[in-house]
Protein backbone atom coordinates (compact mmCIF):
# COMPACT_ATOMS: atom_id res chain seq x y z
CA UNK A 1 0.00 0.00 0.00
CA UNK A 2 0.90 3.75 0.13
CA UNK A 3 3.56 5.28 2.34
CA UNK A 4 2.11 8.18 4.45
CA UNK A 5 4.71 11.01 4.66
CA UNK A 6 3.69 11.71 7.94
CA UNK A 7 5.72 10.95 10.92
CA UNK A 8 4.31 9.08 14.27
CA UNK A 9 3.65 11.56 17.26
CA UNK A 10 7.27 12.06 18.67
CA UNK A 11 6.29 12.56 22.24
CA UNK A 12 4.57 8.84 21.96
CA UNK A 13 7.52 7.51 20.37
CA UNK A 14 10.10 9.01 23.01
CA UNK A 15 9.02 6.13 25.44
CA UNK A 16 9.08 3.28 22.80
CA UNK A 17 11.27 0.57 23.19
CA UNK A 18 12.97 -1.34 20.16
CA UNK A 19 16.10 -1.14 17.65
CA UNK A 20 17.65 -3.41 15.20
CA UNK A 21 16.67 -6.78 14.25
CA UNK A 22 18.61 -9.48 11.98
CA UNK A 23 16.83 -12.99 10.49
CA UNK A 24 19.77 -15.86 11.18
CA UNK A 25 19.83 -19.74 10.60
CA UNK A 26 21.75 -21.43 13.11
CA UNK A 27 22.53 -25.10 12.47
CA UNK A 28 24.66 -27.11 14.88
CA UNK A 29 26.35 -30.12 13.74
CA UNK A 30 27.17 -33.51 14.89
CA UNK A 31 30.51 -32.33 15.79
CA UNK A 32 28.88 -29.32 17.85
CA UNK A 33 29.93 -27.15 15.40
CA UNK A 34 27.72 -24.44 13.66
CA UNK A 35 26.29 -23.39 10.52
CA UNK A 36 25.15 -19.36 10.58
CA UNK A 37 22.96 -18.68 7.62
CA UNK A 38 22.57 -14.74 7.14
CA UNK A 39 18.67 -14.04 5.85
CA UNK A 40 18.99 -10.01 6.09
CA UNK A 41 22.11 -8.20 4.45
CA UNK A 42 20.23 -5.32 6.53
CA UNK A 43 18.43 -4.97 9.57
CA UNK A 44 15.11 -4.48 9.82
CA UNK A 45 14.30 -2.43 13.06
CA UNK A 46 11.18 -3.63 15.44
CA UNK A 47 9.33 -1.11 18.02
CA UNK A 48 6.83 -1.33 20.49
CA UNK A 49 5.53 2.07 21.09
CA UNK A 50 2.51 1.02 23.60
CA UNK A 51 4.89 2.64 26.89
CA UNK A 52 4.58 6.02 24.88
CA UNK A 53 1.10 6.80 25.95
CA UNK A 54 0.71 8.32 28.84
CA UNK A 55 -2.36 11.12 28.69
CA UNK A 56 -5.17 11.68 27.62
CA UNK A 57 -4.51 13.69 24.38
CA UNK A 58 -1.46 11.09 23.41
CA UNK A 59 -4.20 8.66 23.39
CA UNK A 60 -6.45 10.41 21.04
CA UNK A 61 -3.54 11.14 18.79
CA UNK A 62 -2.70 7.73 18.68
CA UNK A 63 -6.30 6.26 17.86
CA UNK A 64 -6.40 8.78 14.87
CA UNK A 65 -2.81 7.92 13.37
CA UNK A 66 -4.01 4.22 13.53
CA UNK A 67 -7.09 5.16 11.96
CA UNK A 68 -5.47 6.81 9.17
CA UNK A 69 -2.65 4.58 8.61
CA UNK A 70 -5.53 1.83 8.27
CA UNK A 71 -3.51 -0.58 10.60
CA UNK A 72 -0.90 -2.27 9.17
CA UNK A 73 -1.83 -0.89 5.59
CA UNK A 74 -0.07 2.03 5.17
CA UNK A 75 3.66 2.68 6.12
CA UNK A 76 4.77 6.07 7.90
CA UNK A 77 8.36 8.03 9.44
CA UNK A 78 9.12 7.06 12.56
CA UNK A 79 11.84 8.87 15.28
CA UNK A 80 13.99 6.25 16.40
CA UNK A 81 15.20 8.39 19.33
CA UNK A 82 18.10 5.79 19.94
CA UNK A 83 19.44 6.65 16.31
CA UNK A 84 18.34 9.02 14.33
CA UNK A 85 20.89 11.57 13.49
CA UNK A 86 24.58 11.16 11.35
CA UNK A 87 27.39 13.37 11.61
CA UNK A 88 30.19 13.69 9.08
CA UNK A 89 28.95 10.42 7.33
CA UNK A 90 31.01 9.36 4.04
CA UNK A 91 27.79 9.38 1.40
CA UNK A 92 30.80 9.06 -2.13
CA UNK A 93 33.92 10.10 -3.68
CA UNK A 94 33.44 12.20 -6.41
CA UNK A 95 34.07 11.03 -10.19
CA UNK A 96 33.89 14.05 -11.92
CA UNK A 97 29.98 13.70 -13.86
CA UNK A 98 27.98 11.96 -10.71
CA UNK A 99 25.77 15.08 -9.59
CA UNK A 100 23.33 12.81 -7.47
CA UNK A 101 24.57 10.30 -4.38
CA UNK A 102 22.50 8.44 -1.65
CA UNK A 103 22.46 9.53 2.16
CA UNK A 104 23.86 6.41 4.18
CA UNK A 105 24.98 5.77 7.76
CA UNK A 106 28.52 3.95 9.03
CA UNK A 107 27.80 1.69 11.84
CA UNK A 108 31.97 0.67 12.27
CA UNK A 109 33.33 -1.77 14.91
CA UNK A 110 36.21 -3.80 15.52
CA UNK A 111 37.72 -3.27 11.52
CA UNK A 112 33.70 -4.33 10.28
CA UNK A 113 31.34 -1.72 8.79
CA UNK A 114 27.60 -1.77 7.85
CA UNK A 115 26.25 0.83 5.72
CA UNK A 116 22.72 1.60 5.98
CA UNK A 117 20.90 3.71 3.29
CA UNK A 118 19.36 6.59 4.60
CA UNK A 119 15.82 6.71 2.32
CA UNK A 120 13.95 9.54 5.15
CA UNK A 121 15.71 12.52 5.89
CA UNK A 122 14.33 15.17 7.70
CA UNK A 123 13.75 18.49 5.87
CA UNK A 124 16.17 20.98 7.09
CA UNK A 125 18.57 19.03 8.60
CA UNK A 126 20.67 17.91 5.79
CA UNK A 127 24.28 19.65 5.50
CA UNK A 128 26.40 18.34 2.21
CA UNK A 129 30.49 19.23 2.30
CA UNK A 130 33.09 18.65 -0.43
CA UNK A 131 36.37 18.16 1.15
CA UNK A 132 34.69 19.82 4.42
CA UNK A 133 33.04 22.40 2.88
CA UNK A 134 29.56 22.75 3.47
CA UNK A 135 28.00 23.35 0.10
CA UNK A 136 24.70 25.69 -0.85
CA UNK A 137 22.34 24.73 -3.45
CA UNK A 138 21.75 21.33 -2.44
CA UNK A 139 18.52 20.03 -3.47
CA UNK A 140 17.39 16.96 -1.06
CA UNK A 141 14.84 14.19 -2.01
CA UNK A 142 13.45 13.36 1.62
CA UNK A 143 11.19 10.86 -0.25
CA UNK A 144 14.43 8.85 -0.80
CA UNK A 145 17.13 10.14 0.77
CA UNK A 146 19.01 11.25 -2.78
CA UNK A 147 20.90 14.46 -2.58
CA UNK A 148 21.80 16.46 -5.74
CA UNK A 149 24.72 19.51 -6.12
CA UNK A 150 24.32 21.88 -8.85
CA UNK A 151 27.89 20.56 -10.53
CA UNK A 152 29.75 17.37 -9.87
CA UNK A 153 32.33 17.09 -7.73
CA UNK A 154 35.95 16.46 -8.83
CA UNK A 155 37.26 12.78 -8.88
CA UNK A 156 39.45 13.48 -5.60
CA UNK A 157 36.33 15.37 -3.44
CA UNK A 158 35.56 13.75 -0.57
CA UNK A 159 31.54 13.78 -0.09
CA UNK A 160 29.92 13.68 3.28
CA UNK A 161 27.01 14.94 4.88
CA UNK A 162 25.43 15.45 8.53
CA UNK A 163 21.74 15.10 8.71
CA UNK A 164 18.83 13.99 10.95
CA UNK A 165 16.72 10.81 9.68
CA UNK A 166 13.23 8.79 10.14
CA UNK A 167 12.49 4.90 9.74
CA UNK A 168 9.83 4.26 7.68
CA UNK A 169 7.78 1.71 9.70
CA UNK A 170 4.14 0.38 9.92
CA UNK A 171 2.04 -0.77 12.21
CA UNK A 172 2.67 -4.39 13.08
CA UNK A 173 -1.50 -5.39 13.83
CA UNK A 174 -4.75 -4.32 13.09
CA UNK A 175 -6.47 -4.02 16.27
CA UNK A 176 -6.24 -1.56 19.35
CA UNK A 177 -6.78 -3.40 22.33
CA UNK A 178 -6.90 -1.33 25.69
CA UNK A 179 -8.19 -1.14 28.99
CA UNK A 180 -9.05 1.94 30.79
CA UNK A 181 -9.37 0.10 34.43
CA UNK A 182 -5.41 1.02 34.37
CA UNK A 183 -5.08 3.63 32.03
CA UNK A 184 -1.63 5.70 32.52
CA UNK A 185 0.40 2.61 33.71
CA UNK A 186 -0.33 -0.26 31.46
CA UNK A 187 -3.13 0.26 29.12
CA UNK A 188 -1.49 -1.32 26.53
CA UNK A 189 0.83 -3.93 26.48
CA UNK A 190 1.96 -4.18 22.94
CA UNK A 191 1.53 -1.82 20.16
CA UNK A 192 4.18 -2.99 17.85
CA UNK A 193 6.01 -1.45 14.50
CA UNK A 194 8.10 -3.11 11.77
CA UNK A 195 10.69 -1.10 9.50
CA UNK A 196 9.50 -1.62 6.23
CA UNK A 197 11.65 -1.78 2.86
CA UNK A 198 10.86 1.15 0.19
Not at 34 to 48: C, D, F, G, L
Not at 63 to 81: C, E, L, M, N, T
Not at 88 to 105: E, H, M, R, V, Y
Request: a neutral charge.
Amino acid sequence: MAFHDIRFPVDISYGSRGGPQYSTDIVITHSGHEQRNINWSASRARYNVAHGVKTQSQLDALIAFFRARKGRAHSFRFKDWTDFEAANQPIAQGNGSATSFQLCKHYSSGGYADIRPITKPVTGTVIVRLNGVAQSGVSVDTATGVVSLASPPASTAAITADFEFDVPVRFDTDQLSATLENYGVRSWLDIPLVEVRL
